[in-house]
């Protein structure tokens, strides 16, 4: 199987490398493409998912693996280059991760904790320190979703260098795989394994 290794590169790079081996593929065939920057594996996604390319990830020691197969003759006539997520200044990274198992926030009147989802994850872009991650598991998929209220918002933390995984199984149990609007299908593993090394955890 083809190895696109773009470690060591930064964007646009990996994406140009990405967007002509996607080019060159068969339909139906698959490709591996490896990265080692974080930036660079959020655009990479974003790029895939736009392209309707089938992508499984794993990360290992800090090197991304994604097994990519083409599903269509078509790709975006976008340049590469538009999808490099450029740095926000007065932006950092916490030492925290969001969990997010429902797509409403506390218990009670199922309306207001929609509302206060919505505004919880809105509120997250306007702090200065941005979370390293945001995990998503059983309803809380649904927030990642087009039509969900917030999926500009998530859209917006993902540009911003956030990386979002979705639980692949709920996904699939809510039958969600056709309108995920944004994030990464992840497995189990994967999700605990960030949780674990998590130095916080927020569950709004």
Known sequence: MRIVDTKGQLCPAPLIATKKALKETVVGESFIVLTDNQTSFNNLSRFLKDNNADSQVSETGGIWTLKITKTTGDTTPAKAEEYCATSISHFQKGNFIIVLSSDKMGEGDDELGHLLM????????????????????????????????????????????????????????????????????SNMYSIVEVMASAGNIVRP
């Open 118 to 185: 919505s505004n919880f994850i809105k509120a997250l872009k306007d702090i200065d320190r941005l979370p390293q991650k945001m995990v998503f598991y059983n309803g809380g998929v649904k927030l990642a979703t087009n039509g969900s209220p917030v999926i500009d918002h998530l859209k917006d933390m993902e540009k911003m260098g956030v990386e979002l995984l979705l639980c692949a199984t709920c996904v699939n149990h809510y039958s969600l795989e056709s309108v995920v609007g944004a994030g990464t299908l």
